[in-house]
T-cell receptor
Framework: DVKVTQSSRYLVKRTGEKVFLECVQDMDHENMFWYRQDPGLGLRLIYFSYDVKMKEKGDIPEGYSVSREKKERFSLILESASTNQTSMYLC?????????????FGPGTRLTVT | AQTVTQSQPEMSVQEAETVTLSCTYDTSESDYYLFWYKQPPSRQMILVIRQEAYKQQNATENRFSVNFQKAAKSFSLKISDSQLGDAAMYFCAYRLTNFGNEKLTFGTGTRLTIIP
């Protein structure tokens, strides 16, 4: 069974704090993704990585950065958290290639910035 | 840029009945993949069904099937014999086939309620 885990289910941070969200997958997947989920907006891609140390911006990268030092771990960093970053954050992973591979999702981190 | 539209924010269906969720998308590509994902309350998102655009045959997975109309850019999900466990948010998603560009573009979701 593929497992994608995220470091926290719920997180409360103050405006201006640096926030780290961690994601780990155990299936040796090449691709990893960070999405943000907001009501009425669906899931929007923040960043993705197709290999260690490789990253690509998604649709809403502003205010975020990522790190992938090991294949199984993909971190999302909010350099200076703001209230408009209050949201549900979902991590996902998948195999890479020209095939409709399934993305496997973590349970999500609900982040509140006050 | 590709966009995915789900025009039904909420749907409800009686248990054991059939329901169809709508999805349209906009793309200039001829080769792509389409997916339906399900997000049950407080549970992880899981894949329901997938379709390759070059295949004319509609995908089916047990009680779930799609109606893929490529010319109309429409990809609806039909759930037959609805069960209480089908209650969830359903997201339609699109992906290019290129290696290295495997990100999903999601619609805004449809919340499905099953009425006992």
């Amino acid at each position: 069974d593929v497992k994608v885990t995220q470091s926290s289910r719920y997180l409360v941070k103050r405006t201006g704090e640096k926030v780290f969200l961690e994601c780990v997958q155990d299936m040796d997947h090449e691709n990893m993704f960070w999405y943000r989920q907001d009501p009425g907006l669906g899931l929007r891609l923040i960043y993705f990585s197709y290999d260690v140390k490789m990253k690509e911006k998604g649709d809403i990268p502003e205010g975020y950065s990522v790190s992938r030092e090991k294949k199984e771990r993909f971190s999302l960093i909010l350099e200076s958290a703001s209230t408009n970053q209050t949201s549900m954050y979902l991590c996902a992973s998948s195999l890479a290639g020209r095939h409709p591979y399934e993305q496997y999702f973590g349970p999500g981190t609900r982040l509140t910035v006050t | 840029a590709q966009t995915v539209t789900q025009s039904q924010p909420e749907m409800s269906v009686q248990e054991a009945e059939t329901v169809t969720l709508s999805c349209t998308y906009d793309t200039s590509e001829s080769d792509y993949y389409l997916f339906w994902y399900k997000q049950p309350p407080s549970r992880q998102m899981i894949l329901v069904i997938r379709q390759e655009a070059y295949k004319q045959q509609n995908a089916t997975e047990n009680r779930f099937s799609v109606n893929f109309q490529k010319a109309a850019k429409s990809f609806s999900l039909k759930i037959s014999d609805s069960q209480l466990g089908d209650a969830a948010m359903y997201f339609c998603a699109y992906r290019l086939t290129n290696f290295g560009n495997e990100k999903l573009t999601f619609g805004t979701g449809t919340r499905l309620t099953i009425i006992p």
